[in-house]
């Protein structure tokens, strides 16, 4: 099993920037690892995700040229660099493990969230 931890979540004003961190218990080197997002009342969005050793990227458009993903596996942790936030970015932001290669990873593991809050 893979235990994950998210911090770096809170709130900001819009145009503001947030880097989101997950702590993995295991070798990121080896999985698909991803961000996703849920609003109160809506669906959970997929945001971005990177493929086992980097080969590949996804981003969902509305982020697409504001969020970065990236991992470093010497610390066996996941990032998400968010830029030029917006109100609507407002969410619970987990990070998640599992297999396969973006954009079409199955998850397997995932974290307890961190809170992201945009004001305008």
């Known amino acids: 099993q893979v235990q994950l931890q998210e911090s770096g979540g809170g709130s900001v004003q819009s145009g503001g920037s947030l880097k989101l961190s997950c702590a993995a218990s295991e070798y990121t080197r080896h999985y698909c690892m991803g961000w996703f997002r849920q609003a109160p009342g809506k669906e959970r969005e997929k945001v971005a995700l990177?493929?086992?050793?980097?080969?590949?990227?996804y981003y969902i458009d509305s982020v697409e040229g504001r969020f970065t993903i990236s991992v470093d596996n010497a610390k066996n942790t996941l990032y998400l660099q968010m830029n030029n936030l917006k109100p609507e970015d407002t969410a619970m932001y987990s990070c998640?493990?599992?297999?396969?290669?973006?954009?079409?990873?199955?998850?397997?593991?995932w974290g307890q969230g961190t809170q992201v809050t945009v004001s305008s």
């Open positions: 990177i493929s086992p050793g980097s080969s590949s990227t």
């Open positions: 998640a493990a599992g297999r396969g290669y973006a954009p079409y990873c199955l998850f397997d593991y």
